[in-house]
């Protein structure tokens, strides 16, 4: 560039055009563009600071995109590239290769000898560094060249902060924004697990990263259960399991505070289903928190190579997340509250039900028979009789009917005393006979799901005594390997289960059974009867009873319970 008048000329205009754009990525590119043109440098480059003092942004002109291809990934800030990193002052070098920082170029890369490079501040700490090389019209650049690469820094640090701070309130509204629509799901009534997934999903969307994750604590102690997942690999996620102690979301629910990596994937305590399956790189972690406890972590992550998360996205998200967290417990809580109400009623209405209607109509039967008796004809009779079997019928579905509402059965028990109530429950009911073998060590160690796992075994028995016909029915607990295996069978009239889904009641179950986390199996043939099998993670570390185990420390036999 010739002449003073014109420098100061395009330093002012440069000026201006950097404090009337607002968007950063634009500001960034057009730093680098302005700092080129100033200087007469044929390449420039502004390479970001990333929190560990390595480059996670290099935004180039000169070069084409095909160069830039070529020359493969961006610079890490070795080199005369860290030397400004370690020395934010400017520096200006007459050949690259002379210098003893300098450690090459890689392949591909356009030679370059002079350099002037200078830092750029913003909001009162480095940003970043702007890098300059080839200067067209001279052979090294000058000192009137550094004087202006540094007041054009001073005029980016200005631009970066005005685009930050504008970027930061438009980031804002979106978040809140996103809060507004979770407390409306609240409002309408919606589920925990959609609400997690609705959060997972805005999650990612407003972090702009490739996945996000929400694990909360499973039924197993010791382990962390994939409750939500948005973006790469979501619906092979759901589900899955890691250990809390061993892994990085364990860590910052102990800790309760959040984390950020540059590339999580090679984190020894990255034993993440995410990693393993999305080669996932830059990622946050953040603790899902309620009244100073954390009930699971909220992660986002980038690819490979992808974006770095900032402090900016850190503090975003931690905001985001404790609202999340308080949504999310309070439509748990709302949940149980129905529930609860759902269960007073439904019991309510089988004490109703037994104590009041059944009571009556075998009154009335009781009558009816006494009518049958009396009566000289024996076409009436037959029509009382037939009444009257009728009336049987009819308790006999109530009672039924009473058995599928009756919620209770576990007040006050053991998950083994609650299986075995269930057994005689049924027997009471006029349904088949019930075997129950369980091994009481495994069934204390599912305490934790105890209720989830009554209700599946009622559910299972209803159908056995409303559609199987049955005269004899099993239900046995042991285990599987790792895992915990609840079989239910029956003699009774079965069904084709490769064509018959098995109506509304089986699909009952398979939810229930995917809501707790484990499978469900249903075999059954026509005239066969019906096998249930449904498999649940259980923690190595089971809780043993005392005088359930010998001098070997194995757990004591199954006992078998007729009923």
């Excluded at 529930?339 to 009816?368: N, P, T, W």
């Excluded at 009336?391 to 028990?413: E, H, K, M, W």
Aim: neutral net charge; aromatic residues 4%; without cysteine.
């Amino acid at each position: 560039m010739s002449g003073t008048q014109d420098r100061k000329d395009v330093l002012l205009e440069a000026g201006l055009a950097l404090a009337s754009e607002l968007s950063l990525p634009v500001v960034l590119q057009r730093i680098v563009d302005l700092a080129a043109q100033v200087t007469d440098a044929r390449y420039g480059a502004l390479g970001v600071i990333g929190q560990g003092g390595d480059l996670v942004e290099f935004i180039t002109t000169g070069l084409s995109a095909k160069q830039r291809k070529a020359i493969g990934p961006l610079p890490r800030g070795r080199g005369i590239l860290g030397l400004l990193i370690q020395q934010p002052r400017p520096i200006r070098i007459t050949n690259i290769a002379d210098h003893a920082k300098s450690v090459g170029f890689p392949a591909h890369h356009p030679p370059m000898h002079s350099f002037l490079g200078a830092p750029v501040q913003a909001m009162g700490k480095v940003f970043g560094n702007i890098y300059l090389s080839e200067k067209r019209s001279a052979s090294t650049f000058s000192e009137e060249d550094e004087e202006s690469l540094v007041i054009l820094a001073a005029q980016a640090g200005v631009a970066i902060a005005n685009a930050t701070l504008y970027a930061e309130t438009r980031q804002r509204e979106r978040w809140l924004d996103a809060l507004r629509d979770i407390t409306s799901d609240i409002l309408a009534g919606s589920d925990p697990d959609s609400l997690l997934a609705g959060i997972a999903e805005h999650a990612r969307d407003l972090a702009g990263a490739d996945a996000a994750t929400i694990l909360t604590t499973g039924s197993v102690t010791g382990q962390l259960v994939v409750a939500a997942a948005a973006g790469a690999h979501a619906s092979e996620l759901l589900g899955q399991t890691v250990p809390a102690d061993e892994s990085i979301s364990g860590e910052v629910m102990r800790t309760g505070k959040p984390l950020l990596l540059e590339d999580v994937s090679s984190d020894p305590r990255a034993h993440q289903p995410t990693v393993r399956l999305g080669d996932h790189g830059p990622a946050l972690f953040m603790p899902l928190r309620v009244r100073g406890r954390a009930t699971g972590t909220l992660m986002v992550a980038n690819l490979k190579g992808g974006r770095h998360f900032d402090e900016q996205t850190l503090r975003f998200v931690e905001t985001f997340a404790d609202q999340a967290s308080v949504t999310i417990e309070y439509a748990r809580a709302q949940a149980d509250v129905q529930r609860m109400g759902l269960m007073e009623d439904r019991e309510r209405i089988a004490k109703e039900l037994h104590d009041g209607i059944i009571q009556s109509l075998f009154a009335v039967g009781m009558g009816l028979q006494g009518t049958a008796l009396m009566t000289g004809s024996p076409e009436q009779s037959a029509r009382i009789e037939g009444a009257v079997g009728e009336l049987d019928r009819v308790i006999r579905d109530l009672r039924n009917y009473i058995f599928g509402l009756r919620p209770g059965i576990l007040a006050d028990r053991q998950l083994d005393q609650a299986l075995r109530a269930l057994g005689e429950e049924v027997e009471a009911h006029a349904g088949p006979k019930v075997v129950v073998e369980l091994d009481p060590d495994l069934a204390a160690s599912l305490s934790g799901r105890s209720h989830e796992i009554v209700q599946l075994t009622r559910e299972a028995l209803s159908n056995v005594v409303r559609h199987a016909n049955a005269k004899n029915s099993t239900v046995r607990l042991d285990r599987n390997g790792p895992l915990a295996l609840l079989t239910i069978e029956d003699d009774g009239l079965g069904f084709d289960s490769r064509r018959d889904s098995g109506g509304n009641g089986l699909r009952n179950m398979r939810e229930r059974a995917a809501a707790m986390g484990g499978k469900l199996q249903i075999t059954s043939r026509a005239g066969k009867g019906t096998s249930l099998r449904f498999t649940l993670a259980v923690s190595e570390n089971t809780v043993v009873r005392p005088g359930r185990t010998g001098t070997s420390g194995r757990a004591a036999p199954r006992r078998r319970v007729p009923r």
